[in-house]
């Protein structure tokens, strides 16, 4: 497990430390030219290269499955946590809890608590780490988790719930069909797919499996910077909660479920390690967007961040 480890820390570490250091002296701009470039280029590309490899077995099937009973299970987990935190308040009285008391009776914080609580960025993070702690032969499940999320959990539960705590909007529906058919992995993953019986010339072939290693480089870059820009230190106390949900309570107990429902070696590591993920940063841009608070999502992104070195080790070690 120690190589597995280092080979999975290594990258994360490394990069991610350079974006924090290396955003002091670049453009504010290029941060999100870098995450708009890997979002309609690079992440689109790898998962059309890793469709084109990956081996879809029946079984597979079980992935999406597994990736929406883990959303609804987060977002039960976040919602019944709501509840208790609302009663303690009622019961001590929201003065000693002035935080977490905030979080009641706020509904943009109550938005952003769930939110923090069930998206994770399986795509970024969890595609440039994943793919190095399992065998090639199942690279699938975890396309076809993170898919599912961007799909489901992102442009599906997450505009809802978005809408629902945050500025109502008569279009939202119109606004979630959209985003959901303009999603880039989703038609990579559809075209990596269909074109498995056509073989590329060898210098696409090469050049499509090498450029995995130039998008996890700069998607753990991107990480980094973002990292570097987060304003959300002051509430990192409101931000303990959701990052133990989302990062301990959801991927333990989607190991076990899977363990009960028969799942073993890779497929269960992988959906475990992918429900596990930090906190994704599309919930900085769904608050932006539907004016929830952005402060406890941003804690929560820096929080599950620094929580993953400790908890990887874990699963390995649990579900390996």
Known sequence: MAELLLNAYTPLIVWTGLGVVLFRFLPDIL???????????????????????ANFSSEVGLAPLMTVGAIL???????????GIRALATRRGSEELPLLGQVIFDRDRQGSFILSSVLGNTGFVGLAIVPSLIANANLSWAILYSVTQNI????????????YYGRQSGNYLILQIRDVLTVPSLWAFTLGYLTRPLPFIPVVEVGLQRSIWVVIPTALLLMGMRLSQ???????????????????????????ITTLAGLRG??????????????????????????????LIASSIALSSVALLLTLPIWLAVFG
């Open 230 to 256: 987060l304003q959300g230190w002051r509430s990192l106390q409101a931000a303990i909660l959701p990052t133990l949900l989302k990062m301990a309570v959801l991927p333990a107990c989607i190991g076990l």
């Open 152 to 163: 489901f959990g992102t442009y599906g539960l997450g505009v809802l719930l978005a809408s």
């Open 266 to 295: 890779d497929p269960r590591l992988t959906i475990v390690l992918m429900s596990g993920m930090p906190t994704a940063f599309a919930g900085l841009i769904l608050a932006e967007e539907y004016e929830l608070n952005r402060d």
């Open 73 to 83: 299970l987060g977002f039960i987990g976040a919602w019944l946590s709501l509840q």
């Open 31 to 53: 941060p999100r030219l870098i995450g708009r470039t890997l979002y309609w280029v690079g992440i689109p590309v790898m998962i059309f290269s890793l469709a084109r490899r």
